[in-house]
């Protein structure tokens, strides 16, 4: 199962209109974060992520480098997985029901996760990374009637 999630998500990256080269949010100065960097601040740890100063959700990567679980702020959760393109850097996230693709880079002292092809529905402001810790977390279901 895993190994089909992997092509997919290999394959949504080479298709058309899924990544593009480079976000037009992007700024002269920006620093990519290359991939082994990337896995050296997160695998086994939990991201926190905050657009605007609040808080957006949080994001654990598996020790395996190919597993994440991300949890929105609304307390939605999803399993999914992730890949890097090397040659438009872009860092891709494929979802149950999405596939989300994303630039990761250092401006100004801070880590800001840009979306690779802003949809104008909100996308378009970065994410800061606001802390990373140890550990991983569980969705918690939602309640019921």
């Given at each position: 199962m895993r190994r089909l999630l992997m092509t997919a998500l290999a394959l949504s990256l080479t298709a058309p209109g899924v990544v593009s080269a480079a976000s037009p949010l992007l700024?002269?100065?920006?620093?990519?974060?290359?991939?082994?960097?990337?896995?050296?601040?997160?695998?086994?740890?939990?991201?926190?992520?905050?657009?605007?100063?609040?808080f957006f959700g949080r994001e654990y990567y598996a020790q395996?480098?190919?597993?994440?679980?991300?949890?929105?702020?609304?307390?939605?959760?999803?399993?999914?997985?992730?890949?890097?393109?090397?040659?438009?850097q872009v860092y891709c996230f494929a979802w149950p029901s999405s596939t989300s693709c994303f630039?990761?880079?250092?401006?100004?002292?801070?880590?800001?996760?840009?979306?690779?092809?802003?949809d104008g529905e909100g996308e378009e402001r970065p994410q800061t990374v606001g802390s990373i810790a140890d550990g991983g977390f569980t969705c918690q279901a939602g309640l019921t009637s």
């Open positions: 700024e002269d100065g920006d620093t990519f974060i290359t991939v082994d960097d990337w896995k050296d601040r997160v695998l086994g740890k939990t991201v926190y992520y905050f657009i605007d100063g609040q395996d480098g190919q597993s994440a679980r991300f949890q929105h702020v609304s307390g939605a959760c999803a399993d999914g997985t992730w890949g890097y393109d090397a040659a438009t630039h990761h880079i250092l401006r100004d002292g801070a880590t800001l996760i840009i979306a690779s092809d802003p």
